[in-house]
T-cell receptor
């Protein structure tokens, strides 16, 4: 069974600083991995997706994530935080190639940006 | 925006009453999911469907049942609502690729359920 662990329920960074949100996964088969973002009072939207084509995945709004199989990690980064990045971020995992595709989410990390 | 409609969007009910939430899609996507969102728990999968009449349990399925009699509709039923089922419920859909879901979810706007 798949699972996801997000380290840190709340991360606060200064505007212009590096953003690093941590995600570790567990999967018995090669996974798909995702990062979703949820802005206040909105639904979730996809930031980026790993499907094995490349280990470094670029997403929207300047975010990227690197798949590291040896560390079972898929951390999300952005070189320079912007006030508009304040939101909740969710890592998710899905087993690849299964006709009954569960998609499991982590508990989320709330990102705050200090002026 | 993906054509996903959840109804009702808000509901207040009493303990012990049955509740049905509806998710309707116009995208003809094969996969449909019900999640609940609670502070500190993120999104937890309740049930999902990988085709008409094909459903399976998720992480927190106790107290919930689902039905999918046609592609566009996925119903979530709480047979006897409890206060612990107070939550925001999200429906999501996903397209199919070789071997399974693409994994990319499109979400509805959510249904806020309060059980008194």
């Amino acid at each position: 069974a798949q699972s996801v662990t997000q380290l840190g329920s709340h991360v606060s960074v200064s505007e212009g600083a590096l953003v690093l949100l941590r995600c570790n996964y567990s999967s018995s088969v090669p996974p798909y991995l995702f990062w979703y973002v949820q802005y206040p009072n909105q639904g979730l939207q996809l930031l980026l997706k790993y499907t094995s084509a490349a280990t470094l995945v670029k997403g929207i709004n300047g975010f990227e994530a690197e798949f590291k199989k040896s560390e079972t990690s898929f951390h999300l980064t952005k070189p320079s935080a912007h006030m508009s990045d304040a939101a909740e971020y969710f890592c998710a995992v899905s087993d690849r190639g299964s006709s009954a595709s569960k998609i499991i989410f982590g508990s989320g990390t709330r990102l705050s940006i200090r002026p | 925006d993906a054509g996903i409609t959840q109804s009702p969007r808000h509901k207040v009910t009493e303990t012990g009453t049955p509740v049905t939430l509806r998710c309707h899609q116009t995208e003809n996507h094969r996969y449909m999911y019900w999640y609940r969102q609670d502070p500190g728990h993120g999104l937890r999968l309740i049930h999902y469907s990988y085709g008409v009449k094909d459903t399976d349990k998720g992480e927190v399925s106790d107290g919930y049942s689902v039905s999918r009699s046609k592609t566009e509709d996925f119903l979530l039923t709480l047979e006897s609502a409890t206060s612990s089922q107070t939550s925001v419920y999200f429906c999501a859909i996903s397209a199919v690729e070789t071997g399974g879901s693409t994994g990319e979810l499109f979400f509805g706007e959510g249904s806020r359920l309060t059980v008194l």
